[in-house]
């Protein structure tokens, strides 16, 4: 079985530059696209395309000389190691073509799964172009109002992890500020240039007319589907955005007025502010959403500075809860989908879903919980629309290796195993930790974490290495886990006396 060869932490010094030093330098490699991959999770497709001869081999590296961090990111190493220890595992190349990834939103073809999220990232007609052409199959563009928009500046704030890259994204933007008439002539302009792309129209009322005349418009200039956007947490007036996503009565009733005014399929975007989605997902199939879109951001607060206290970001002297994205919000949006698609009420709504997706993988994850297509946003805003290459070959190679012919194969294959309760887990068995010595450089995380968050099973020997008391060890993995070396794996069961 093939095993993960690089990671991130490979290559943290890596900036993922815009027209990349390291490529230009080279001559013979797309030396960027080939490290983007390995930041994406890709490496399997981006040793697919590597030569069958190492041109790294007996090179003088000058892509390291040109690095704009050098000598930091060891680019030759890392492109050795994808010739020499992931490319000779392969065992398919990405397919030449995308079929398998070609979809459907409601009987509405699709390209592919990978759609902009409403958001700023396809907010006006350069934008939604330059994805186009990128390979994005449509976009959710910027939630349309008639109500005037005025945003706050700065709107953004994050939390960072070591290498700098966004874990947990904050924003407190609005909806579009441009006009309901600009807007349409957007789509109708990206209509014409690319009628094969998805536009999905993004609109939020402020009553049962606004809803049903929106609809009524962007059906009228160009729109393939429509989404009521009741999750939007940073609306400023009362009653608008996630305060009617809370209330399961007004989603059916403002689901109503949008259908009233439209036969496209329409979309109900659910807050996850919630403690159940089914509620509200429940009331939008009632008041005639064909399907469900999650999740919005969850709101939040990041940090507060311990000299101004005041929070992130901070609007002369202000800030407020705003809506958290990122990565950091995946496991989350991955409950909710699971939720929506075990409801046997909401059985066949298309769930578009988004939250934290970054890689092939993460959107992978969405579709094996019942998914149909990916909305992104964030991973956008912080690397761009190029993230489409690897999203894209990634899930087609996935495919390929398991068989699979399309997208609804793979769609809701992990829901079996998942359940709302621990009740069903057993507890008969002890899963011991497996050490990898050759891997091993002796720090000792294992033993301090398993010593003072655990269950004092580790003690280091005297040539630094763990070693483990079974007679301790309860298999709770911790230790797996804090391994900066990924050392440690899962070895053999124990069968305990415990109940099932």
């Not at 395309?49 to 961090?69: I, Q």
């Not at 902009?116 to 052409?133: P, Q, T």
């Not at 930790?433 to 005297?462: N, V, Y």
Request: net charge neutral; proline share 5%.
């Amino acid at each position: 079985m093939f095993e993960r060869k690089l990671y991130r932490s490979d290559m943290l010094r890596c900036a993922l530059c815009a027209d990349a030093p390291c490529t230009s330098a080279c001559g013979k490699l797309d030396a960027a696209s080939l490290l983007r991959s390995v930041w994406f999770d890709d490496e399997k497709a981006a040793a697919s395309r590597f030569p069958a001869e190492n041109p790294c081999v007996g090179c003088a590296a000058p892509c390291e000389a040109a690095c704009v961090r050098a000598p930091e990111v060891p680019i030759r190493k890392l492109l050795t190691r994808l010739h020499d220890e992931v490319k000779p595992e392969l065992e398919h190349d990405v397919p030449e073509d995308e079929e398998r990834l070609r979809t459907q939103l409601c009987g509405v073809p699709l390209e592919n799964p990978f759609l902009l999220s409403s958001s700023v990232v396809g907010s006006n007609y350069d934008m939604c172009a330059r994805a186009f052409e990128a390979g994005w199959a449509g976009v959710a563009f910027k939630t349309i109002c008639s109500f005037e928009i005025h945003e706050a500046s700065p709107r953004y704030s994050a939390i960072n992890g070591e290498g700098g890259s966004i874990i947990g994204f904050k924003n407190i933007e609005q909806l579009s500020d441009h006009s309901v008439a600009e807007n349409m002539e957007i789509f109708r302009r990206l209509k014409e240039k690319y009628p094969t792309k998805f536009i999905l129209a993004s609109i939020m009322g402020q009553n049962d007319a606004e809803w049903e005349e929106l609809a009524r418009l962007c059906e009228e200039n160009g729109a393939d589907a429509i989404e009521l956007n009741f999750s939007c947490p940073n609306m400023a007036e009362g009653g608008l955005g996630s305060d009617i996503g809370q209330v399961p009565e007004l989603v059916e009733r403002f689901t109503a007025a949008a259908r009233r005014g439209t036969k496209l399929p329409i979309l109900a975007k659910l807050t996850p502010n919630v403690a159940k989605m089914s509620p509200a997902a429940e009331a939008a199939k009632r008041g005639g959403a064909d399907g469900l879109s999650a999740i919005n951001t969850i709101k939040s607060i990041i940090g507060v500075n311990p000299h101004t206290y005041v929070s992130s970001p901070a609007v002369h002297g202000m800030s407020a809860v705003g809506g958290y994205s990122g990565n950091a919000v995946k496991p989350i949006a991955l409950r909710f989908i699971a939720e929506l698609a075990q409801n046997p009420t909401l059985a066949g709504m298309h769930l578009s879903a988004m939250g934290g997706v970054e890689t092939w993988r993460d959107a992978l994850e969405f579709i094996l919980l019942g998914a149909g297509s990916i909305q992104i946003t964030t991973a956008v805003m912080q690397y761009g629309y190029r993230i489409i290459d690897d999203l894209k070959a990634g899930l087609n190679l996935y495919l390929a290796e398991k068989g699979l012919t399309s997208i609804s194969q793979a769609r809701g294959l992990a829901l079996d195993s998942v359940s709302e309760t621990t009740d069903v887990l057993r507890r008969d068995t002890v899963v011991f930790p497996k050490f990898h010595r050759e891997k091993c450089i002796g720090c000792g995380r294992c033993a301090i974490s398993c010593a003072d968050g655990g269950h004092q099973a580790i003690r280091l020997g005297k040539d630094r290495r763990p070693v483990l008391d079974g007679s301790r060890c309860v298999g709770c993995h911790l230790c797996v886990l804090v391994c900066p070396e990924r050392a440690i794996g899962s070895g053999r069961k124990r069968i305990s006396k415990a109940p099932r």
